[in-house]
């Protein structure tokens, strides 16, 4: 059935004269060139600030066509899916050269658009964010997909305001190659190889595809961070009958990676290194990084596909997913700085930048100030981790822990780990239902409707890693205990059922809980398809119900730990609309919007998940409100698109532990009745200059900013004693911090006939705001201060940093081997200039001092400098 | 086959080399490291390693390898002392200050390499600063129960060779004022200083940091027995409690315990040592009658006199006393103090709790003699109850201040405090006989108690 994708399809000539053919051949390439770039692989599936982010590493597919490519029926029915799933120039540009800079379109979280493999929402239910290192170094098999940005039609779910995108992974829709690539990179990662398979329909009924892909770096653009992943593949499909087909779908991409890290200023001028990564130290003269993150979590789908007229297809589907998501850390108890000294060097805290390691501790003794200074320009050792001191420390740390498992008299002597390194584990687990109906009722009507239900469970706890030379971890709370009562032996226990646990290597502790996440979605839509008009107006329903199990039950909260907390249901509808005027056959204006509400996910919706099942007062829906209107051209010459959008979202909560300083102790810090509008403009265009000269312009501006003064509500982590309630946060108009808000491309592209090409970009970054704290924008954190004060205004004011612009420079050539062999050679350098000096965005510390906002300063990140892609392709 | 083909087959090959090489490992394995080597080097104990620092050298850096070994007697984890730790050997003891708090507990035998850290004194008290518990030392063994030396206030508030080291105290209490009061003000976080005493009189502070697990706690009233660190803190001997558990204090305080062992006044007079104050013995009582009237005024509300079979005693309490003339009571004296004040011997700052009241009522006979005779032989009738006859004050007037009496003997002072019932009241015009205390203010002295001593 051919799927027509959105409002945007060309309407195709014809003709068959060869000079026709020619240009439109030209013209296809370069729809293919902005048609192959695909959303998603290299973003990790971080827990935190994930963004739609194009993969960094660009994919040139370009394979040469002839005119037997264009009239053979594999071949075009590749390349019409290709047409279909083409990106406009805009939403490519903003992932792929943005991406960088951790753009987001429109601003918007990754949560706000719903990714789909064969119909299946793969979005985490957690959180509501897709996680594209699912099938990371996947490339060639999750290639074809169908997209929109911002509100529009899609004929699989009811989608986000941030758009859907549906990944094609059915073995039939492949076109019958093999394809090996080569790709050497310095970014992420430094080697990658990927080989697929696919038969495409083949005459007895079978397809399929078949994928593997391997990427590593010991060593990646950060020091201290690797890289270490597979990715398998595999797509089944049988034909029964022509009107029903089976397919089997089953991937994964284990993958193992160190982590960078992110730092002071202060940190980045000391070692003169704007990506100084405090993870990674040196162990018996090797690089160990501490933070490493490692994830697989396949998926297993089974789709059935009925024709049931030409105009009218049901795709039922199961899937499955399961697996683990894993991010180690260090942990540390009574320890003292692993330091060789000479000293003073005092402190508990194993990792270098900790702010009372920084010379600006010690700003009031110079001789002090120099010591630390000279120590963090010259020596590597003392700035980063150092694992051998811990190892040594733990193996002398003899230690005697009493009344071992609550036995009275059981007295265990060893050597107590000071430090060690633990896994906190993200178990995933879901099964998804889902059935989709899409009927041409007519010329001129398509209608869709689909049902989705899934059953989903994140299982989270934390294992012993790495006791880095001790025998035990005793697994008790060390900040409860500081607090706990003469006596109350039971304060600081985080299993009561198994008190005074001593625990090594792979054993679970601390905390261990489940989250049960059960959506039933229903959707419906109907587009129209008029000469001059295109309508839609589609609406979904859904019925979200969450609760924890606790399976430790901890000291503090002996009540609400443990077993099942009480259920929480939500009932939520989302209703959207668009039209398009076709005013002529190249110029067109669409108006769409959208209005729906939303359950809260699982993560924002408990004030510490991981101890007690308390939920953030005020727990309700978010409502969200959006719309746009867009002009678009359609010529030979010119393709653009110049968008306005206005969105508002009302009632988010927002959710965060820290150390709060005032208070001097871990707090729960959770805000109800935060609203955020953002609202702006988007322009695409790509000018064919010349038969060999294309230019493109991509322009993104917008305001996004906070549109409510939210009230907090601050509990002790510890206990559930109330230090707050009904705080006001005076946030209101700042802007939503850590990305850009304005950001510009211009490139220049030449193809010469002979199937090489090279391209320029300029690129500009402006409008990056800092992430900021809610609570310094409080009339407490201000209370030191009247309002002439400086140290006023610098506890509140956004810090907003220097615009910055970048060149990118890219090449290509393909060869063409006995009309069967393909070669590709790509070639991309970003940021050519190697601009090391701009900031990408940042954040403020959540914990501060008002009378000294110096002291824990805002964390940046940095812009990579120059890094390239080379890309080698073989296909045939 | 053609060259394209081969070149073909040259290219995959060549593609698929490079692919399965690439299985290859991203290393992540990780070597243990060697364990850390702390050279034990010259070895001193606690008392050498304390003598280093002497007149002429008051603060060492240690750079080279010197150990000492020890147990750790007190550690920070009740929150009684911050950053630090006590170590004690066979020969002495030492106050640790550790570059971050924990690490090291009590019970751990261990090792210090002194290399890097820096012993020198502190408000009088040595202490070997930045040990770094990682780098300097060694743990042998844990669990290590010390006995504490058993020792009494008087010796440690002498013998310099106790400080640091953990110490029993046998029939102690802590003075009125502390009992029933927490230990430290846990609320502002401010430490406390608390009074502990023996029933020998010799006193020491307790001190107890604000940030203690048992600062809310109250301090018991009784007497018994108590396990703590010495220290000192310039002139202020000052103990540190690690637990309460080993403070023992439930049995009856020193001035509940047996009076048996009552003591006559003369032979109380006879214990001071005329060099300054003297304390009492513990477990020593007194028992006498008040000769003394303060409902009449002539007397300080806090003082009094009190009269045994052998002799009498000025008494000075330490708070306005409210005993009549005629009371017969009993005082706990064990650590009261004797002294003389501008001469006259008096038992000092009597606790009300050390007295308990006898009888009332009583009435003690005055002794007969002349004025010659008090003169003479002034301390057997010091504060004693005396007649005197045939006396006149020859300068007539009234009761007042000072008056000078004769009796053909001698002359004396008769004082009158502005207080007295008889204050301004005419003297009598003839001889007189008048029965009073002897006193002594600098000069010796007669006080009446009222107008019904004189007899005319």
């Given at each position: 059935?051919?799927?027509k994708?959105?409002h945007?399809?060309?309407?195709?000539?014809n003709?068959?004269t060869l000079?026709?053919?020619?240009s439109?051949?030209?013209?296809?390439?370069?729809?293919l060139?902005t048609g192959?770039?695909l959303?998603?692989?290299?973003?990790?599936?971080?827990?935190?600030?994930?963004?739609l982010?194009?993969?960094?590493?660009?994919?040139?597919?370009?394979?040469?066509?002839?005119?037997?490519?264009?009239?053979?029926?594999?071949?075009?029915?590749?390349?019409?899916?290709l047409?279909?799933?083409?990106?406009?120039t805009y939403?490519?540009?903003?992932g792929?050269?943005?991406?960088?800079a951790?753009?987001r379109?429109?601003?918007?979280?990754?949560?706000?658009?719903?990714?789909?493999?064969?119909?299946i929402?793969?979005?985490?239910?957690?959180t509501?964010?897709?996680?594209?290192?699912?099938?990371?170094g996947?490339?060639?098999?999750t290639?074809?997909?169908v997209?929109?940005?911002?509100?529009?039609?899609?004929?699989?779910?009811?989608?986000?305001?941030?758009?859907?995108?549906?990944?094609?992974?059915?073995?039939?829709?492949?076109?019958?190659?093999?394809r090996?690539?080569?790709?050497?990179?310095n970014?992420?990662?430094?080697h990658r190889?990927?080989?697929t398979?696919?038969?495409?329909?083949?005459?007895?009924g079978w397809?399929?595809?078949?994928?593997?892909?391997r990427?590593?770096?010991?060593?990646?653009?950060?020091?201290?961070?690797?890289?270490?992943?597979?990715?398998?593949?595999?797509?089944?499909?049988?034909?029964?009958?022509?009107?029903?087909?089976?397919?089997l779908?089953?991937f994964?991409?284990?993958?193992t990676?160190?982590r960078?890290?992110v730092?002071?200023?202060?940190?980045?001028?000391?070692?003169?290194?704007?990506?100084?990564?405090?993870?990674?130290?040196?162990q018996?003269?090797?690089v160990?990084?501490?933070?490493?993150?490692?994830?697989?979590?396949?998926?297993?789908i089974?789709?059935h596909y009925?024709?049931?007229?030409?105009?009218?297809?049901i795709q039922?589907?199961?899937?499955?997913?399961?697996?683990?998501?894993?991010?180690?850390?260090?942990?540390?108890?009574?320890?003292?700085?692993?330091?060789?000294?000479?000293?003073?060097?005092?402190g508990?805290?194993?990792?270098?930048?900790?702010?009372r390691?920084?010379?600006?501790?010690y700003?009031?003794?110079?001789q002090?100030?120099?010591f630390?200074t000279n120590?963090?320009?010259?020596?590597?050792?003392?700035?980063?981790?150092n694992?051998?001191?811990?190892?040594?420390?733990?193996?002398?740390?003899?230690?005697?822990?009493?009344?071992?498992?609550?036995?009275?008299?059981?007295?265990?002597?060893?050597?107590?780990?000071?430090?060690?390194?633990?896994?906190?584990?993200?178990?995933?687990?879901?099964?998804?239902?889902n059935?989709l109906?899409?009927?041409r009722?007519s010329?001129?009507?398509?209608?869709?409707g689909?049902?989705?239900?899934?059953?989903a469970?994140?299982?989270?706890?934390?294992?012993?890693?790495?006791?880095?030379g001790?025998?035990?971890?005793?697994?008790?709370?060390?900040?409860?205990?500081?607090?706990?009562?003469?006596?109350?032996?039971?304060?600081?226990?985080?299993?009561?059922?198994?008190?005074?646990?001593?625990?090594?290597?792979?054993?679970?502790?601390?905390?261990?809980?489940t989250?049960?996440?059960?959506?039933?979605d229903?959707?419906?839509?109907?587009?129209?398809?008029l000469p001059?008009w295109?309508?839609?107006?589609?609406?979904?329903?859904?019925q979200t119900?969450?609760?924890?199990?606790?399976?430790?039950?901890?000291?503090?909260?002996p009540?609400?730990?443990?077993?099942?907390?009480?259920?929480?249901?939500?009932?939520?509808?989302?209703?959207?609309?668009?039209?398009?005027f076709k005013?002529t056959?190249?110029?067109?204006?669409?108006?769409?919007?959208?209005?729906?509400?939303?359950?809260?996910?699982?993560?924002?919706a408990?004030?510490?998940?991981?101890?007690?099942?308390?939920?953030?007062?005020?727990?309700t829906?978010?409502?969200?409100m959006?719309?746009?209107?867009?002009y678009?051209?359609?010529?030979?010459?010119?393709?653009?698109?110049?968008?306005?959008?206005?969105?508002?979202?009302?009632?988010?909560?927002?959710?965060?532990?820290?150390?709060?300083e005032?208070?001097?102790t871990?707090?729960?810090?959770?805000?109800?009745?935060?609203?955020?509008?953002?609202?702006?403009?988007?322009?695409?265009m790509?000018?064919?200059?010349?038969?060999?000269?294309?230019?493109?312009?991509?322009?993104g501006?917008?305001?996004?900013f906070?549109?409510?003064r939210?009230?907090?509500?601050?509990?002790?982590?510890?206990?559930?004693?109330?230090l707050?309630e009904e705080?006001?946060v005076?946030?209101?108009n700042?802007?939503?911090?850590g990305?850009?808000h304005?950001?510009g491309?211009?490139?220049?592209?030449?193809?010469?006939?002979?199937?090489w090409f090279?391209?320029?970009?300029?690129?500009y970054m402006?409008d990056?705001?800092i992430?900021?704290?809610?609570?310094r924008?409080?009339?407490?954190?201000?209370?030191?201060?009247?309002?002439?004060?400086?140290?006023?205004?610098?506890?509140?004011?956004q810090?907003?940093m220097?615009?910055f612009?970048?060149?990118?420079?890219?090449?290509?050539?393909?060869?063409r081997?006995?009309?069967?062999?393909?070669?590709n050679?790509?070639v991309?350098?970003?940021?050519?200039?190697?601009?090391?000096?701009?900031?990408?965005?940042?954040?403020?510390?959540?914990?501060?001092?008002?009378?000294?906002?110096?002291?824990?300063?805002?964390?940046?990140?940095?812009?990579?400098?120059?890094?390239?892609?080379?890309?080698?392709?073989?296909?045939? | 086959?053609?060259?394209?083909?081969f070149?073909?087959?040259?290219i995959?090959?060549?593609?698929?080399?490079?692919i399965?090489?690439?299985?290859?490992?991203?290393?992540?394995?990780?070597?243990?490291p060697?364990?850390?080597?702390?050279?034990?080097?010259?070895?001193?104990?606690?008392a050498?390693?304390k003598?280093?620092?002497?007149d002429t050298?008051?603060?060492?850096?240690?750079?080279a390898d010197m150990?000492?070994?020890?147990v750790?007697?007190?550690?920070?984890?009740?929150?009684?002392?911050?950053?630090?730790?006590?170590m004690?050997?066979?020969?002495?003891?030492i106050?640790l200050?550790?570059?971050?708090?924990?690490?090291?507990y009590q019970?751990?035998s261990i090792?210090?390499n002194?290399?890097?850290?820096?012993?020198?004194?502190?408000?009088?008290?040595?202490?070997?600063?930045?040990?770094?518990?990682?780098n300097?030392?060694?743990?042998?063994?844990?669990?290590i129960?010390?006995?504490?030396?058993?020792?009494?206030?008087?010796?440690?508030?002498?013998?310099?060779?106790?400080?640091?080291?953990?110490?029993k105290?046998?029939?102690?209490?802590?003075?009125?004022?502390?009992?029933g009061?927490?230990?430290?003000?846990?609320?502002?976080l401010?430490?406390?200083?608390?009074?502990?005493?023996?029933?020998?009189?010799n006193s020491?502070?307790v001190?107890t940091?604000g940030?203690?697990?048992?600062?809310d706690?109250?301090?018991?009233?009784?007497?018994?027995?108590?396990?703590?660190?010495?220290?000192?803190?310039?002139?202020?001997?000052?103990?540190f409690i690690?637990?309460?558990?080993?403070?023992?204090?439930?049995?009856?305080?020193?001035?509940?315990?047996?009076?048996?062992?009552?003591?006559?006044?003369?032979?109380?007079?006879h214990?001071?040592?005329?060099?300054?104050?003297?304390a009492?013995?513990?477990?020593?009582?007194?028992?006498?009658?008040i000769t003394?009237d303060?409902d009449?005024?002539?007397?300080?509300p806090?003082?009094?006199?009190?009269?045994?079979?052998?002799?009498?005693?000025?008494?000075?309490?330490?708070?306005?006393h409210?005993?009549k003339l005629?009371?017969e009571?009993?005082?706990?004296?064990?650590?009261?103090q004797?002294?003389?004040?501008?001469?006259?011997l008096?038992l000092?700052?009597?606790?009300?709790?050390?007295?308990?009241?006898?009888?009332?009522?009583?009435?003690?006979?005055?002794?007969?003699?002349?004025?010659d005779e008090?003169?003479?032989?002034?301390?057997?009738?010091?504060?004693?109850?005396?007649?005197?006859?045939?006396?006149?004050?020859?300068?007539?007037?009234?009761?007042?201040?000072?008056?000078?009496l004769?009796?053909?003997t001698?002359?004396?002072?008769?004082?009158?405090?502005?207080?007295?019932?008889?204050?301004?009241?005419?003297?009598?015009?003839?001889?007189?006989?008048?029965?009073?205390n002897?006193?002594?203010?600098?000069?010796?002295?007669?006080?009446m108690?009222?107008?019904?001593?004189i007899?005319?």
């Amino acid at each position: 059935m051919n799927e027509k994708s959105d409002h945007f399809n060309i309407p195709t000539n014809n003709s068959s004269t060869l000079s026709m053919n020619k240009s439109l051949l030209i013209f296809k390439m370069l729809l293919l060139f902005t048609g192959s770039i695909l959303l998603s692989q290299n973003t990790e599936g971080e827990f935190q600030n994930d963004t739609l982010v194009v993969d960094r590493e660009p994919d040139f597919e370009f394979p040469i066509l002839t005119l037997d490519d264009i009239e053979g029926d594999s071949e075009s029915y590749d390349i019409s899916s290709l047409l279909q799933g083409s990106r406009d120039t805009y939403v490519s540009t903003a992932g792929f050269t943005f991406g960088s800079a951790r753009y987001r379109i429109r601003g918007y979280d990754n949560e706000n658009t719903t990714v789909m493999i064969n119909g299946i929402p793969v979005n985490d239910p957690e959180t509501g964010r897709a996680f594209f290192s699912t099938w990371g170094g996947l490339n060639d098999a999750t290639r074809m997909s169908v997209s929109h940005s911002g509100i529009g039609v899609s004929r699989e779910n009811f989608g986000g305001i941030g758009g859907a995108t549906n990944i094609t992974t059915r073995a039939s829709q492949y076109g019958a190659n093999t394809r090996l690539t080569y790709s050497n990179s310095n970014r992420s990662y430094t080697h990658r190889a990927m080989f697929t398979h696919s038969t495409g329909m083949q005459d007895n009924g079978w397809a399929f595809t078949l994928s593997g892909s391997r990427r590593l770096a010991q060593e990646g653009y950060v020091e201290g961070t690797f890289y270490d992943a597979y990715g398998y593949f595999l797509s089944l499909e049988r034909r029964l009958n022509p009107r029903h087909s089976l397919g089997l779908v089953a991937f994964g991409a284990p993958s193992t990676t160190g982590r960078p890290g992110v730092a002071t200023q202060e940190a980045y001028d000391l070692t003169g290194n704007n990506y100084y990564n405090p993870n990674w130290g040196f162990q018996n003269g090797e690089v160990r990084n501490s933070r490493v993150n490692s994830y697989h979590t396949p998926w297993f789908i089974l789709n059935h596909y009925f024709d049931v007229t030409p105009d009218i297809l049901i795709q039922t589907s199961a899937a499955h997913t399961f697996g683990k998501g894993s991010s180690t850390a260090l942990n540390w108890f009574d320890a003292t700085r692993p330091d060789h000294g000479p000293g003073p060097f005092e402190g508990h805290d194993p990792r270098p930048d900790y702010y009372r390691y920084l010379p600006s501790f010690y700003s009031n003794n110079p001789q002090l100030f120099d010591f630390y200074t000279n120590l963090w320009q010259n020596d590597e050792a003392f700035r980063q981790l150092n694992w051998d001191l811990m190892y040594q420390y733990n193996m002398k740390n003899l230690h005697t822990f009493n009344n071992v498992d609550g036995i009275e008299g059981n007295h265990v002597t060893g050597n107590r780990s000071m430090f060690i390194v633990e896994d906190r584990r993200n178990d995933r687990n879901q099964t998804v239902f889902n059935s989709l109906v899409n009927a041409r009722l007519s010329e001129t009507n398509i209608v869709t409707g689909g049902i989705n239900v899934s059953l989903a469970q994140t299982h989270q706890y934390k294992l012993v890693d790495d006791l880095l030379g001790g025998d035990w971890w005793a697994d008790i709370d060390q900040f409860a205990l500081r607090d706990a009562d003469p006596g109350d032996t039971d304060f600081a226990q985080n299993d009561l059922l198994n008190p005074n646990r001593l625990v090594k290597e792979g054993d679970r502790f601390g905390y261990d809980f489940t989250g049960n996440i059960h959506q039933y979605d229903a959707f419906a839509q109907s587009e129209w398809v008029l000469p001059r008009w295109d309508f839609y107006v589609a609406g979904n329903l859904s019925q979200t119900t969450f609760w924890r199990t606790g399976h430790m039950q901890n000291g503090r909260f002996p009540d609400n730990s443990l077993g099942d907390s009480e259920k929480q249901n939500f009932t939520n509808f989302g209703l959207k609309g668009g039209t398009t005027f076709k005013a002529t056959g190249r110029h067109y204006f669409t108006a769409n919007a959208a209005y729906m509400t939303r359950a809260p996910f699982f993560r924002n919706a408990y004030i510490s998940s991981r101890v007690r099942d308390e939920l953030v007062p005020n727990l309700t829906s978010e409502t969200i409100m959006s719309g746009d209107v867009s002009y678009i051209i359609r010529s030979p010459f010119v393709r653009s698109r110049l968008t306005l959008f206005y969105t508002e979202f009302h009632d988010q909560t927002w959710n965060r532990s820290f150390y709060h300083e005032e208070y001097r102790t871990f707090v729960n810090y959770s805000m109800s009745g935060v609203d955020q509008t953002h609202l702006g403009v988007e322009l695409g265009m790509e000018i064919k200059l010349s038969p060999t000269l294309e230019m493109s312009l991509a322009v993104g501006t917008g305001d996004y900013f906070y549109s409510s003064r939210p009230t907090v509500t601050i509990t002790r982590d510890n206990d559930r004693e109330l230090l707050a309630e009904e705080r006001t946060v005076y946030w209101k108009n700042y802007k939503v911090g850590g990305m850009t808000h304005t950001a510009g491309s211009i490139g220049f592209r030449y193809n010469h006939p002979r199937f090489w090409f090279v391209g320029t970009n300029f690129n500009y970054m402006d409008d990056i705001y800092i992430d900021i704290n809610p609570d310094r924008r409080t009339a407490s954190a201000l209370e030191p201060f009247v309002d002439i004060d400086t140290g006023w205004q610098r506890v509140i004011e956004q810090e907003k940093m220097d615009a910055f612009y970048t060149v990118d420079l890219y090449a290509g050539r393909s060869w063409r081997i006995q009309r069967r062999y393909f070669i590709n050679l790509n070639v991309s350098v970003n940021n050519l200039l190697n601009n090391q000096n701009s900031s990408i965005g940042g954040f403020e510390q959540l914990r501060y001092d008002s009378s000294n906002i110096d002291r824990f300063p805002a964390k940046y990140f940095y812009l990579y400098g120059r890094t390239w892609f080379i890309n080698l392709a073989f296909r045939m | 086959m053609n060259t394209s083909d081969f070149r073909i087959k040259k290219i995959t090959g060549l593609l698929l080399v490079l692919i399965v090489g690439l299985v290859a490992c991203v290393d992540q394995d990780f070597d243990k490291p060697d364990p850390m080597d702390i050279p034990v080097g010259e070895v001193l104990t606690i008392a050498e390693m304390k003598q280093m620092i002497n007149d002429t050298i008051d603060r060492i850096k240690f750079d080279a390898d010197m150990s000492i070994y020890g147990v750790i007697t007190m550690d920070g984890s009740s929150g009684n002392i911050y950053r630090g730790a006590f170590m004690e050997d066979a020969t002495g003891a030492i106050n640790l200050r550790l570059m971050s708090p924990g690490g090291l507990y009590q019970g751990d035998s261990i090792r210090i390499n002194l290399r890097g850290t820096v012993l020198s004194e502190f408000a009088q008290m040595l202490q070997l600063d930045s040990v770094h518990t990682g780098n300097n030392v060694v743990k042998l063994a844990t669990r290590i129960d010390l006995e504490p030396a058993q020792t009494d206030i008087a010796t440690l508030l002498n013998d310099p060779s106790y400080e640091g080291r953990l110490i029993k105290l046998h029939d102690v209490e802590f003075s009125p004022a502390d009992v029933g009061n927490k230990w430290a003000d846990a609320a502002n976080l401010q430490a406390i200083n608390r009074n502990l005493r023996d029933c020998s009189g010799n006193s020491i502070i307790v001190r107890t940091s604000g940030y203690a697990s048992f600062a809310d706690e109250i301090i018991p009233e009784g007497n018994g027995s108590m396990v703590a660190i010495m220290s000192r803190h310039n002139n202020d001997r000052q103990l540190f409690i690690r637990s309460l558990s080993e403070v023992n204090l439930d049995g009856p305080r020193c001035s509940e315990q047996d009076h048996d062992n009552i003591i006559s006044l003369a032979e109380l007079r006879h214990l001071f040592n005329e060099e300054g104050a003297t304390a009492v013995p513990a477990g020593t009582s007194v028992r006498g009658v008040i000769t003394s009237d303060i409902d009449n005024g002539n007397i300080f509300p806090a003082n009094a006199f009190l009269q045994d079979e052998t002799g009498a005693i000025a008494l000075r309490f330490s708070g306005n006393h409210g005993f009549k003339l005629g009371d017969e009571i009993t005082i706990f004296a064990g650590g009261i103090q004797l002294s003389r004040f501008n001469g006259l011997l008096q038992l000092n700052n009597i606790p009300a709790e050390n007295v308990t009241l006898e009888a009332t009522g009583i009435v003690v006979q005055p002794v007969v003699a002349t004025i010659d005779e008090i003169l003479s032989n002034f301390q057997q009738f010091e504060s004693m109850l005396v007649t005197v006859h045939n006396a006149s004050i020859e300068a007539g007037g009234t009761f007042q201040f000072n008056k000078t009496l004769t009796d053909g003997t001698g002359s004396i002072n008769l004082f009158t405090r502005e207080d007295a019932s008889f204050f301004g009241e005419s003297v009598p015009s003839s001889t007189f006989s008048v029965t009073a205390n002897v006193s002594i203010f600098n000069n010796e002295q007669l006080i009446m108690r009222s107008l019904d001593d004189i007899e005319q």
